[in-house]
Structure formats: structure tokens, C-alpha cells
């Protein structure tokens, strides 16, 4: 059984520039969440898809965005980045209704916006 | 509003001490909560969880932690820590309303071991 699994691991982008991160969840888990964790913070809830759909958003603009694909991989976009945007990206998987209650997390993409 | 709050954000002990981590939690999120740990540039990893039951749970390497309601607490104990124990941990609980099982996160509490 493999685990959640993100890429890149490292990304450097200068203020204004758009970026994709991607996150592959565990197997057989349906529902894929987004954290972003500044230095010095614990995560922030950013958004969730399960079924291919946002369900349920955090206190994040819209220039935030995501998609999740058929086989329950995902991505995170954030355009017009902004030097506050750097931080460490999680991604974190689990299974919605089959008890689902528990989110296992990757290793994280670390982003820096100079 | 949904909070979690640990109230230290750092712990030093020795080896081999005993080491409790607070965790307080708002009457507004959901009681499934969660510790997680994360060692130096590498993400989250679970520790221990309460769902349900038994309101003492444990972990595999000797951490556990007890659910108190009238306390609205989640305490992380260990009676003996280890150097390899030196990490951040965090106390979550879900987050009711919206997302199915979003994560509200403490601030985190760095625990280090010193030899």
C-alpha cells in the first residue's frame, strides 16, 4: 500500500508567477484535503475535494485553486503568488464514507516566493 | 469560533523524564481529535487518535493521551522520552461544518530532549 505522496519536494518562485503542486493520495482513500503550514505554525486548512468536487474551503483567496482527477490525485494552484505564500504545502488523504475520519498526511511541498 | 489551543509552545526535558503536552480544545469542534507528529522538514505524521470508547488511547512507542470532556482537554503523555523524541507535535480535532473532516490545528509544541 503506498502512501500519500507529493511533488515537488522544493520550489522557488518570484512574486507574480503561478504555480502547480501534486499530490497522489493513499490507496483507496477518496478524498484529498489541502494544508498550507507557514514557518512556525501549525496547518491551515486551505480546501478539500472529494469526488472530484471542492467541498469545503477555508479562509483562502480565490487565486487558490484545485482539481482532482479521476484517480483521486490532485492539485494545488495558486496564482499572482505573494511573498506570504511561502510556506510548506500538505497534502493529506482519506477515505469519506467508509469511516473515514482519519487524514494521513505526505511529506509536503516546501514553496519560497522570493 | 473552532479552536485548538496548546498552551506551550516549546518543552524542554531530559531523557528519560516523564512529559505531559497540553491540548485544549473549543466546544465547537467535533470530538475526534488528534495528535500528530512532525520531525525537522518531513510532514505530518499520526500519533495517536480519539474517535470514540475508551478515552485513554495509545501509540505504539509508549506516547498515549486521554480525552477529557468536562475539561474539553487532550493531553499527550510519556513516561520516559527519548532523544529520538525531539520533534513538533501538533493537536488537531475536526472542524465542524463545511469540509467533512477538515483539521483545526494547535500552534504546535516543540519538545526537546536533552541528553
Known amino acids: 500500500e503506498t502512501g500519500v505522496t507529493q511533488s515537488p519536494t522544493h520550489l522557488i518562485k518570484t512574486r507574480g508567477q503561478q504555480v502547480t503542486l501534486r499530490c497522489s493520495s493513499q490507496s483507496g482513500h477518496n478524498t484529498v484535503s489541502w494544508y498550507q503550514q507557514a514557518l512556525g505554525q501549525g496547518p491551515q486548512f486551505i480546501f478539500q475535494y472529494y469526488r472530484e468536487e471542492e467541498n469545503g474551503r477555508g479562509n483562502f483567496p480565490p487565486r487558490f485553486s484545485g482539481l482532482q482527477f479521476p484517480n483521486y490525485s490532485s492539485e494545488l494552484n495558486v496564482n499572482a503568488l505573494e511573498l506570504d505564500d511561502s510556506a510548506l504545502y500538505l497534502c493529506?488523504?482519506?477515505?469519506?464514507?467508509?469511516?473515514?475520519?482519519?487524514?494521513?498526511f505526505g511529506p509536503g511541498t516546501r514553496l519560497l516566493v522570493l | 469560533a473552532q479552536s485548538v489551543t496548546q498552551l506551550d509552545s516549546q518543552v524542554p526535558v531530559f531523557e528519560e523524564a516523564p512529559v505531559e503536552l497540553r491540548c485544549n480544545y473549543s466546544?465547537?469542534?467535533?470530538?475526534?481529535l488528534f495528535w500528530y507528529v512532525q520531525y525537522p522538514n518531513q510532514g505530518l505524521q499520526l500519533l495517536l487518535k480519539?474517535?470514540?470508547?475508551?478515552?485513554l488511547v495509545k501509540s505504539i512507542n509508549g506516547f498515549e493521551a486521554e480525552f477529557n470532556k468536562s475539561q474539553t482537554s487532550f493531553h499527550l503523555r510519556k513516561p520516559s522520552v527519548h532523544i529520538s523524541d525531539t520533534a513538533e507535535y501538533f493537536c488537531?480535532?475536526?472542524?465542524?461544518?463545511?469540509?467533512?473532516?477538515?483539521?483545526?490545528f494547535g500552534t504546535g509544541t516543540l519538545l526537546a530532549v536533552q541528553p
Open positions: 480519539y474517535l470514540s470508547g475508551s478515552t
Open positions: 466546544s465547537s469542534v467535533s470530538v475526534y
Open positions: 493529506a488523504s482519506s477515505l469519506v464514507g467508509g469511516g473515514g475520519e482519519t487524514q494521513y
Open positions: 488537531a480535532a475536526h472542524g465542524s461544518g463545511g469540509a467533512t473532516n477538515k483539521l483545526i
